[in-house]
Structures are given as C-alpha cells and as structure tokens.
C-alpha cells in the first residue's frame, strides 16, 4: 500500500495539471467518463485508494471517483480528457511490480482413531493392531495381562483449525435393531510448534436391562472428551473406558464386564502436494 501512496503526488501533478490546464474557473466543466479497467486482483483496493486520494486533491470538489465493483475490476468516473492519463498510470503502478505472494496451502494432517478392547485373558493381539503395539504396550503395563482386540477405526484429513465430524455405524456390533452409530468430532491446533488435539468420542455399547418382566437389550452411550497435546507421527492412547457391567456380547467377541475400551490417536502431517 505504501508503494502507491508513493507514486500518489507524481499521478496528482499528472492529472491535476491535465484537468487545470487554464485559470481555475475559466473553462467550461469538463466532460465526464466512466471506464472500467481490468487490474490485478490483489491490487484493486489499493489503487481505488490511490486514486481516491489524488482526485480528492482538487482545490475545488473531487475531480473524480474510483470505485471497484469486483477484485481485478476498478471504475473510474473522471474526466473523458484525463482517461487516457489514467490508463498510462494504471500500467505504471502494476508494471514491474513484486509478485503476489502465493498464499501456502495449510497443513494437511491425517488422523486415525481406533477404538481397542483390552480383554483380561491370554491371548495374541489382532493382527490388525501390530502397528500400535508401542501404544498398546504402555497400556500393558497399567492394566495387566490383556488381550487387545480392534473394535472400529476411522480416519480423516483437516488442515489445522478446521473442525471435523464423522458418524458411521460399528462394524462389529450388530442385533436385530442395527447397527449402533459411532461419532467422532475433533479439531487440531498449532500450539508453539505443536498440535493440541481437542476430540469427542461416542460409541453405544449393547447392555442387558429388565423390562416388563423381560431382559432386554439396549444401548448406553460411552466415549470422551478431552483436549491433548500431541506430535505428528505420535499415537496416544487418550483415554480408557470401563465396559458398563450389564453389558452384553451382542454380535461382538468377548465383550465382559472387566473388559476395559480404550480409544486411540496417530496424527501424520501429508507431504506438501
């Protein structure tokens, strides 16, 4: 902007001397135009400013009026006398000038969840998690001899600041009402070189109740919320969930009431395209 506020005074001396080219008050008034002239984009405002401030210079009233309909597009109303001034400076203020700095295109980062059942049983974990293990075996430690088995996982690509939401129903839990609805919600943020992940986690899990002298099945909403720092490349076990005492295997293997769910965490940062 500063760089044409610059080049203001010499296009004032350029169009005040055509438009004043007599006594003040001594010519007729001049004849006015409106054209509208194709600039670059990003330098639209700045040259109605521009053109503004030196029509505004008159000793009189406004000598004219720049105004932009649309970026890249400037009308001016002026002098027909002076259009062709205008033109020549319009070309000067854009020729040469620095290239636009290309806007970076943000950060793409890709999150994966996976929802984990720790079993206390002997056992090999699912073949599936043999990526995890790292995770996995830190959660090991706390809660004993288990057997990790994969309930669900989904991903999804953001850049950092852009709010995510999936629904989609389990996989592995099915009765005769249907399948059970899963949602994930979560948002990354820079934070000083990091990210800070905030996420919310709901899953139905299937438990037995009395009813009308009858156990029915039905579905208790489970998950989280919480807010996390985390790496990319990192997987972070983010919480653990007690499996409700009633629940009950319903299509899904070896669901028990000791058996702990745990959700899980890996954000990647993509390569720039």
Sequence with gaps: MNRFLAAAAALAAVLLGGCNGGAPGAAAAPKMEVR??????????????????????????????????????????APANLQGSIEA???????????????????????????VDAIPENGRDDLELDSLQGALEEARKQL?????????EIGAVSSPGQQVERRWLGAKLTNESGRP?????????????GLMLNLHVVEQVPV?????????VEYLDIGADTTTAIRPGQTLVITRNP????AVSTGEPTVSNRTTRLYLVRVDELPAA
């Design 144 to 152: 004993g001899p288990v057997r990790f088995v994969l309930r669900d």
């Design 89 to 115: 400076s319009i070309r000067s203020l854009t020729a040469n000038r620095p290239p636009a700095a290309e806007k970076a295109p943000g950060r793409q980062m890709r999150l994966a969840f996976w929802s």
């Design 208 to 216: 037995m109740i009395a009813r009308d002298g009858q156990n029915v």
């Design 181 to 193: 609805q899963r949602q994930l919600a979560y948002t990354l943020e820079d934070r000083g070189g």
């Design 36 to 77: 509208v002239y194709a600039v670059p984009p990003e330098q639209t405002d700045a040259l109605r400013e521009t053109f503004n401030k030196v029509f505004s210079t008159s000793e009189n009233a406004a000598i004219g009026k720049a105004s932009s309909p649309a970026p890249g597009q400037l009308l001016v109303l």
């Design 243 to 246: 499996i409700p005492k009633d």
